[in-house]
Nanobody
Framework: QVQLVESGGGLVQAGGSLRLSCAAS????????MGWFRQAPGKEREFVAA????????YYADSVNVRFTISRDNVKNTVYMQMNNLKPEDTAVYYC?????????????????WGQGTQVTVSS
């Protein structure tokens, strides 16, 4: 069992930046594939970014590629997402997720553990 706690969300103007953090409990963090998803009002949860267990491979949705950067620190049991050049369409609740089993990074149903989410609001 792992618990995930997101932080770093907030209100920012378009073009601004935020850094999300997700702290994980437990001593097996390095065995989890980690991902970030988001859900805007009235929309389905969508994939944003993911990172492999070692941090050597990263994956991004086309809509955030180049603007967002995912990283992890397996000593601090934390995954980060640096978000630059934010746009109003990035407004959503952002969720951190952990996957134990191997598989695709892109599908929410393949992640076993989820955080409570952190709100990101980008004003125009």
């Amino acid at each position: 069992q792992v618990q995930l706690v997101e932080s770093g969300g907030g209100l920012v103007q378009a073009g601004g930046s935020l850094r999300l953090s997700c702290a994980a409990s437990g001593r097996t963090f390095s065995t989890y594939r980690m991902g970030w998803f988001r859900q805007a009002p009235g929309k389905e949860r969508e994939f944003v970014a993911a990172i492999s267990r070692s941090g050597g491979s990263t994956y991004y949705a086309d809509s955030v590629n180049v603007r967002f950067t995912i990283s992890r620190d397996n000593v601090k049991n934390t995954v980060y997402m640096q978000m630059n050049n934010l746009k109003p369409e990035d407004t959503a609740v952002y969720y951190c997720a952990a996957a134990v089993r191997s598989g695709s990074y892109y599908y929410a149903h393949l992640y076993e553990y989820w955080g409570q989410g952190t709100q990101v609001t980008v004003s125009s």
